[in-house]
């Protein structure tokens, strides 16, 4: 069936380094690839976004790229931050998107000071 | 900060009691969403709705079911907790007028059914 497959399940990084999560996704006809932060004991939160018209967006330390061809996305975090240390989700409308956003398992991100 | 709000933020409960997570929004979102997260992080959505009178199962099967008298409002029942229904509840909402709506979550339910 449609789904999302998200890479790796736990990253940890030393602070000041990069982090990359990536997800693949099965419905060609996806255009619309939010990814969230989940703080502990808080509800996911939106962090970006990015629609298919565009291939990278960029909002100060977070940036996302798009590669429909491959029906790929990744998640990059710069200069990483202790604040930074969350569970991050990827995800997409699949299947027309009448039923909500499908999302990956999750990538828990440890910021190692 | 999404103005979407969930109660109780914990519940711990015996078996075969009858619940009602509460969720509601201030955004006059006509979609809303109940996800299920399970121990290792994973979001499941159980239930949907896209506007007052409007519920509809989602990709999980789950014993709960949903009302929507209110646009605001989108309560989730058990009639029986069961050990099994120990879980995360997430509610969510969003603006149906754009296909592609980020999703506003509240900071869940933690439900625990002894």
């Known amino acids: 069936g449609e789904n999302v497959e998200q890479h790796p399940s736990t990253l940890s990084v030393q602070e000041g380094d990069s982090a990359v999560i990536k997800c693949t996704y099965s419905?060609?006809?996806?255009?619309?690839f939010p990814w969230y932060k989940q703080e502990l004991g808080k509800g996911p939160q939106l962090i970006i976004d990015i629609r298919s018209n565009v291939g990278e967006k960029k909002d100060q330390r977070i940036a996302v790229t798009l590669n429909k061809t491959a029906k790929h996305f990744s998640l990059h975090i710069t200069e990483t931050q202790p604040e930074d240390s969350a569970v991050y989700f990827c995800?997409?409308?699949?299947?027309?998107?009448?039923?909500?956003?499908?999302f990956g398992k999750g990538t828990h991100l440890i910021i190692q000071p | 900060e999404a103005d979407i709000y969930q109660t109780p933020r914990y519940l711990v409960i015996g078996t075969g009691k009858k619940i009602t997570l509460e969720c509601s929004q201030t955004?006059?979102?006509?979609?809303m969403y109940w996800y299920q997260q399970d121990p290792g992080m994973e979001l499941h959505l159980i239930h949907y709705s896209y506007g007052v009178n409007s519920t509809e199962k989602g990709d999980l099967s789950s014993e709960s079911t949903v009302s929507r008298i209110r646009t605001e409002h989108f309560p989730l029942t058990l009639e029986s907790a069961r050990p099994s229904h120990t879980s995360q509840y997430l509610c969510?909402?969003?603006?149906?007028?754009?296909?592609?709506?980020?999703?506003?979550f509240g900071n869940g339910t933690r439900l625990t059914v002894t």
């Open positions: 419905d060609s006809a996806s255009n619309y």
């Open positions: 995800a997409a409308i699949l299947g027309g998107g009448a039923d909500g956003l499908t």
């Open positions: 969510a909402s969003s603006d149906r007028r754009g296909v592609n709506s980020p999703l506003h």
């Open positions: 955004m006059g979102h006509d979609k």
